[in-house]
């Protein structure tokens, strides 16, 4: 739902209509992309913490997990 939902804030986002981010519509769709970000971060900082940081059987050790993680530190 979280991935469904970022996918629709990304689509109304315009980036050349209001450059400031002053209209309620663009702070809107921030405190959505805020909420995401943290979102994906915890679920990031939770599976390392279940299942370990480094090792062949451990969070980093999965080559999906790896990309999850680039991609939340991207953020």
């Known amino acids: 739902m979280v991935i469904l939902l970022n996918?629709?804030?990304?689509?109304?986002y315009q980036p050349?209509?209001?450059i400031d981010c002053t209209s309620d519509r663009c702070?809107?769709?921030?405190?959505?992309?805020?909420?995401i970000y943290i979102f994906f971060a915890l679920e990031m900082v939770v599976k390392m913490l279940a299942l370990g940081i480094f090792g062949q059987r451990?969070?980093?050790?999965?080559?999906?997990?790896r990309?999850?993680?680039f991609i939340v530190m991207a953020g």
């Open 67 to 69: 990309l999850d993680f």
């Open 16 to 18: 050349c209509e209001n």
């Open 7 to 12: 996918c629709v804030t990304l689509g109304m």
């Open 27 to 35: 702070q809107i769709l921030q405190a959505f992309d805020a909420f």
């Open 58 to 65: 451990c969070y980093l050790g999965d080559t999906w997990n």
